[in-house]
């Protein structure tokens, strides 16, 4: 499993190279390298918001498409935390975003992208019906099993088979920096088995969560070959040079997760 860092016009993202190497499908974790916002400076917010200019968000998913070197026939999501999987496609673009965690769509030339700012995406590829799939999973997310409801959806729309699956796990909070309280603990306990896997770190009814191991065991049990899973591992709390993080931040801008057939 490699993650690799690429660079275009000064737009900085990531992508598995097990997937770039696949053939006919593109995939980037972007970076907050090679924009146009003021989060302080030139930073590549792609997520519109108020704190933000509408402009400045254009520009950026201008570049980074650019730099992908496709159209950006992109639809995104109304993010809310939750476990809804829509089926998107062509008939989507440019209309009001649907209310979603996560996406499912088999049309060529049309990206599915999750917004992010610590939270985990996942991008789900299957190389044989030609479909994808991207996810957004924070602790409620991950608690609703968004992951595995995003694979039922991909059997049920498109026959796909777990087992052939590809998933790439990009930069999210690591159990580093991700310390949740009691809540949240109590959350996974009810609606997680063995959720005392994913924790680490206890300290006074608080304990570090890692959204990552919790995910990639959502996505076995739902019939992914382990080796089939990839995951980025790469913090981003502690990395400010690359990624937005609301845990470390307060609100910001958002990272972008993009896959999609050519
Ligand atoms: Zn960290």
């Known amino acids: 499993m490699a993650l690799a860092a690429r660079e275009k016009d000064g737009v900085r993202f990531f992508v598995f190279e097990e997937l770039e190497t696949l053939g006919g499908i593109v995939h980037a974790f ?3 390298r090679g924009g146009t916002s003021p989060l302080p400076t030139e930073d590549l917010n ?16 201008r570049r980074f498409f650019r730099a992908l070197g496709q159209e950006a026939t992109l639809v995104t999501l109304r993010q809310l935390h939750g476990d809804s999987v829509a089926l998107v496609g062509r008939a989507h673009l440019g209309q009001k975003r649907p209310v979603a965690d996560a996406a499912v769509t088999g049309e060529p030339g049309i990206f599915l992208g999750i917004e992010t700012a610590d939270c985990l995406p996942t991008l789900l590829v299957d190389p044989s019906r030609r479909v994808v799939a991207s996810a957004h999973a924070g602790w409620r997310g991950t608690v609703k099993e968004v992951a ?8 049920a729309e498109f026959g ?6 590809l ?17 949240v603990i109590e959350a996974c306990r009810r609606h997680l088995p063995s959720p005392e896997l994913f924790f680490s770190r206890w300290k006074e009814g ?12 959502q996505l076995e049990q739902a019939g992914l070959r382990p080796e089939r899973i990839l995951a ?31």
């Open 148 to 155: 595995r409801k995003t694979v039922e959806k991909m059997k």
């Open 46 to 61: 792609l997520g519109f918001s108020r704190l933000d200019a509408a402009e400045n968000v254009r520009e950026n998913r």
């Open 30 to 32: 972007s970076t907050r």
């Open 232 to 262: 980025a591992r790469r913090c981003t709390a502690c990395d400010r040079e690359n990624f937005f993080s609301y845990r470390r931040d307060g609100p910001t801008g958002r990272l972008l997760a993009v896959v999609g057939f050519i």
């Open 160 to 165: 796909t088979a777990p087992g052939n699956l």
């Open 167 to 183: 998933a790439a796990i990009g930069p999210s909070i690591g159990a580093c920096c991700y310390e949740v309280g009691p809540e």
């Open 206 to 217: 608080k304990a570090h969560l890692d959204l990552v191991a919790a995910n990639c065991w």
